[in-house]
């Protein structure tokens, strides 16, 4: 099946920093990619779709100037926190749309604690 | 509006006997469906889809789904489980037609012990 990465696995961070986190399709184009966030033991909870050269669509109560999302290509997307805080440690997720197959597959997640 | 419902969230099994987890949707629309599994600290991995044509949906590791649109379930079945099948189930939910975003249900934990 496709693979999708994500850089880094884990990332420890003070409070107040900023993080980048990549996301890339290793072996499709996908146009569309998505961004999750997942709290321990809880579900995967959307917080913005990614399309390639333009801008992203946030999902109701995600700070868009927080969670900076580019897409420059069609193999490429990036989730950036910025001014980092403890509440924002979690389990970053992201997926991408193979659009032959209209099926999303998962990155392996970035683990984000933020000190 | 859609949404997931994976009414168990906890189901315990013993080896080698057969499981079911549950799924029901809700949607105005044609969906697409899914189910994937998550193993701790990794991300998800596709098990299988509907997407249309056959009911009964065969994907890796011995799994299988039923699409019933009168009862809008898709359940997840195995005949018989191993230990590695342990792992966290998520059921999901997307528009036809949509740039597949993916409603998830809650997570169903499957514990398979000797």
């Known amino acids: 099946g496709a693979v999708v990465s994500q850089h880094p696995s884990w990332v420890i961070c003070k409070s107040g920093t900023s993080v980048k986190i990549e996301c890339r399709s290793l072996?499709?184009?996908?146009?569309?990619m998505f961004w999750y966030r997942q709290f321990p033991k809880q579900s995967l909870m959307l917080m913005a779709t990614?399309?390639?050269?333009?801008?992203?669509?946030?999902e109701q109560g995600v700070e868009k100037d927080k969670f900076l999302i580019n897409h420059a290509s069609l193999t490429l997307s990036t989730l950036t926190v910025t001014s980092a805080h403890p509440e924002d440690s979690s389990f970053y997720i992201c997926?991408?749309?193979?659009?032959?197959?209209?099926?999303?597959?998962f990155g392996p997640g970035t683990r984000l604690t933020v000190l | 509006a859609q949404s997931v419902t994976q009414l168990d969230s906890q189901v315990p099994v013993f080896e080698e006997a057969p499981v079911e987890l549950r799924c029901n949707y809700s949607?105005?629309?044609?969906?697409?469906l899914f189910w994937y599994v998550q193993y701790p600290n990794q991300g998800l991995q596709l098990l299988l889809k509907?997407?249309?044509?056959?009911?009964l949906v065969k994907g890796i590791n011995g799994f299988e789904a039923e699409f019933n649109k009168s009862q809008t379930s898709f359940h997840l079945r195995k005949p018989s489980v191993h230990i590695s099948d342990t792992a966290e189930y998520f059921c999901?939910?997307?528009?036809?037609?949509?740039?597949?975003?993916?409603?998830f249900g809650t997570g169903t934990r499957l514990q398979v012990t000797l």
């Open positions: 949607s105005s629309v044609s969906v697409y």
């Open positions: 990614s399309n390639e050269g333009s801008k992203a669509t946030y």
């Open positions: 997926s991408a749309r193979d659009g032959r197959t209209d099926t999303q597959y």
């Open positions: 072996d499709f184009q996908a146009t569309t």
């Open positions: 999901a939910v997307t528009h036809t037609g949509t740039a597949s975003k993916l409603t």
């Open positions: 509907y997407l249309s044509g056959s009911t």
